[in-house]
């Protein structure tokens, strides 16, 4: 077949679409030849693929299709993974927080035991030092000193409920 640029100036007639669809290197200037060109019909029936072409191109987007559901597979996969990465360092930093956060609860907790601790020393310590008083007192009681230890009792008493006074709002200040 012959694919000259030009059969259809030969007859007269203007070149049409069909006649100039070829590239200039097909050119009769280029080829040096004056043989006419066969109607594009013929032409594109000469390149018109085989059924074996088409259906191994037909395999080959189905394939590619297939690659191309995959990689989207994969991609949400790695969306949700990374999502789930996320609210994992989320959980991990809130309890990292509470862990913090009990551990200063439990340091506040163990300085009031020991505060209680010293408080109840103190109260032991001052009981003791009351009952040296009283029984101090008793050695050497007379017959007019009765009355001045029941006063010295009541002080002492007064004093007391005074400093039991105190520590309970010591306590509740503590706990509130």
Request: glycine share 4%; proline share 4%.
């Amino acid at each position: 077949m012959d694919f000259s640029p030009h059969r259809g100036m030969h007859e007269g007639r203007s070149p049409s679409l069909q006649d100039t669809t070829m590239s200039s290197s097909h050119t009769q200037k280029n080829r040096g030849d004056s043989t006419p060109l066969p109607p594009i019909n013929e032409r594109l029936a000469f390149l018109r693929p085989s059924r074996e072409l088409l259906e191994y191109y037909r395999k080959k987007i189905a394939e590619f299709d297939e690659e191309h559901e995959d990689l989207v597979k994969q991609l949400e996969q790695y969306k949700a993974t990374f999502e789930e990465q996320e609210r994992s360092d989320k959980v991990a930093k809130r309890l990292q927080l509470m862990a913090q956060r009990y551990e200063a609860l439990e340091k506040r907790r163990n300085m009031e035991v020991e505060g209680y601790k010293t408080d109840i020393k103190l109260l032991r310590q001052r009981l003791k030092d009351v009952e040296k008083q009283l029984f101090k007192v008793t050695l050497n009681i007379g017959p007019d000193q009765d009355l001045a230890i029941l006063d010295a009792v009541r002080q002492g008493n007064k004093k007391t409920q005074k400093f039991q006074g105190e520590l309970s709002l010591e306590n509740e200040l503590r706990i509130g």
